[in-house]
């Protein structure tokens, strides 16, 4: 007959209810029970299930994800496969709480009380949309991904954005380039406005002047960045950027596109750099050369932070931002 958590319990001399919070990690549980009740449990051969997690331990072991901007982009398609990772070995389920029925009568906590979530994740979650502030007073354990903000059930993650583009200038400046423009992501977006202040640090490092018609704002798509493309290279011949970098991946190849029809050759004429490292940009040609965001590993540290904020964990800093790398491919060159 299968061991039950009564079982442990009284193996242990503890209640039920001390069981289920010592095998869910619970820091109101001292160590030594905590200790004691997990090693009888592996002694026992127990293997709870999520079921019987949730009657017993009145735990749900289900998170919920929210993404503002759907799940068609291809960095997300990495992000969850990271965090896919991390809900197997923790044992957890995902409902995809969409914004489909983000009306005006909706309300994003009580949707997330109704589905019995323990905790969200976060992307693309803005300061101005609805229902932003009552997330935060909710006390809802939540982990916001390329976002700034704080509170006891609040953890953040994020890219070195500054850094990342500021070493894209650095080396664009190595190459001689001097006209260094940059398309930006969408306005308001932590990704944006971090990356940004990487760009306008690089160009303070090398005392080059700061251009606002070397900025031009999109919002990470293909066609905004086609579109800023085709208004920088617009611009008089001795006026054009030598190279552009840009928020997104997906605005590079846009860029690209406006680079070919003017006639101009990448990176003969003109340097582009993206940001991501999705898996069309090793099959565009020349081969997109940008920065990689780890992706998987964001997904995955998102997951463990909000188990860790669940289960009131020690956890030793609740922003974390994790670097990136330089990927050289075939879309920079020194300037000409």
Not at 179 to 186: K, S, T
Not at 231 to 237: I, S
Not at 254 to 273: K, N, Y
Not at 325 to 333: L, N
């Amino acid at each position: 007959m299968p061991v039950n958590i009564r079982d442990i319990a009284k193996a242990a001399g503890v209640s039920v209810a001390t069981v289920s919070k010592a095998l869910n990690g619970y820091r109101s549980v001292n160590a030594s029970t905590r200790e004691k009740v997990q090693r009888i449990a592996k002694e026992m051969q127990f293997h709870p299930n999520a079921a019987a997690r949730s009657l017993v331990g009145q735990r749900s072991m289900t998170l919920g994800v929210f993404l503002t901007t759907g799940l068609s982009h291809p960095f997300f398609a990495s992000l969850l496969g990271g965090v896919d990772q991390a809900l197997q070995a923790r044992g957890y389920d995902l409902i995809y709480l969409s914004q489909v029925s983000w009306r005006e009568e909706y309300n994003f906590v009580r949707h997330c009380r109704s589905r019995n979530v323990e905790g969200v994740l976060v992307f693309g979650f803005q300061e101005s949309d609805m229902d932003f502030g009552e997330l935060i007073e909710s006390r809802l354990p939540a982990v916001f991904i390329d976002m700034e903000i704080s509170g006891s059930h609040i953890a953040t993650i994020s890219s070195d954005n500054v850094e990342a583009i500021r070493s894209a200038v650095r080396r664009l400046h190595e190459w001689n380039h001097r006209r260094i423009a940059f398309i930006a992501g969408q306005p308001g977006s932590y990704a944006s406005r971090t990356r940004f202040e990487g760009y306008r640090e690089g160009l303070a490092e090398f005392r080059l002047p700061f251009r606002q018609e070397y900025v031009i704002a999109g919002d990470f798509t293909r066609e905004s960045g086609y579109e800023a493309a085709k208004r920088l290279l617009a611009l008089p011949v001795r006026e054009r950027p030598t190279a552009i970098v840009c928020c997104s991946d997906m605005s590079a190849i846009g860029a690209m596109e406006a680079a070919a029809e003017e006639g101009l050759s990448v990176p003969d004429d003109l340097s582009i750099v993206g940001f991501d490292d999705i898996e069309a940009a090793r099959s565009v040609r020349p081969a997109l050369t940008t920065i990689r965001q780890d992706t998987q590993s964001i997904g995955r540290k998102a997951v463990e932070l909000l188990d860790d904020l669940i289960r009131e964990a020690d956890i030793p800093s609740k922003q974390v931002i994790l670097p990136t790398e330089w990927v050289s491919r075939g879309t920079c060159a020194p300037a000409p």
